[in-house]
């Protein structure tokens, strides 16, 4: 039973794709970071001072490397990001991509040649089907790309946060919640974010620009030997005030949730931090 749980939520949790664009309801899939609620009316993503020149990816046939960089790059522009396939000039950004046996990797550089960041995409079962162009693998590699590139790119275009340039992300205790959800939901969270280059502060170092992201767990009564298991992300600005929120969650069956979290938490942390990124780029304070 436990081997089943914990491949399952391994499975269905590291294929969610984020989506908060959808009003908040019902979620579909385990865990799935599904919906926020936005306090202020108008949400704008970062502008973008320097043009980003997307160069054909190497180690593919020609015409999939050249599709490969418009691809990304109309998937960039859709977080604001001014991409295009083109050649550059002096002024701007240059992204890179190349095919290894391990997976994509991506290398942001100035004109001169000075990197500016890496950033490595694992492609699992789908690197032997990208490197014979498949088109529909070709799409979607491209499209998981985009959430991978942003935080490294806005780290090498200004540092802080997406859309919070100067500003770190200070992790409150996850409360309300179980103390053993508590606990590991609040270690998983910090390791996620830190792979994904989010820097990240103690509540007791809190500065001035800093948001702060505070998670809570709420698990529902049993029914039909099941329990219904929420967890949300809630971000707040320097003054407290609210700036919306991820929420997850899930069908639990009540026999499971012994050894529920320390086989989940680290899991349900990978799968939130996505809508994390996507809502700091919405609420973007950057003028």
Known sequence: MRDDLKGASRLLIGLCLVSLLAACGPLPRPFQ??????????????????TLSVSPVS????????????????ELRRFNIAAAAAPGNSSSIYLDGRLTKDGLLWLISEADGTIRGTERQSLGAQGKALAEGDPAVLRRVMEAAAPLLITELSAAEAGGLPGHPGARLVIAPV??????????????????????????????????????LQGSVRIGPAQSGQHRVDVVWELFDPEGNSLGRVSQGDLVPAQALSFFWPDTAPFIA???VDGVV????RTSSAQ
């Open 175 to 212: 409360e309300p919640a179980p103390e053993e959800a508590a606990r590991l939901l609040g270690s998983s969270i910090r390791v996620a974010l830190s792979q994904s280059a989010l820097p990240i502060a103690e509540p007791e170092d809190a500065g001035p620009r800093d948001l702060t």
């Open 278 to 281: 996507d809502l700091l780029y």
């Open 33 to 50: 970071p599904g919906g926020k609620a936005v306090t202020n009316e108008t949400l704008s993503a970062p502008p973008a001072p320097e």
């Open 59 to 74: 180690g593919l046939l020609p015409e999939d490397g050249a599709l490969a960089a418009e691809l990304l790059a109309e």
């Open 270 to 272: 990978e799968a939130a």
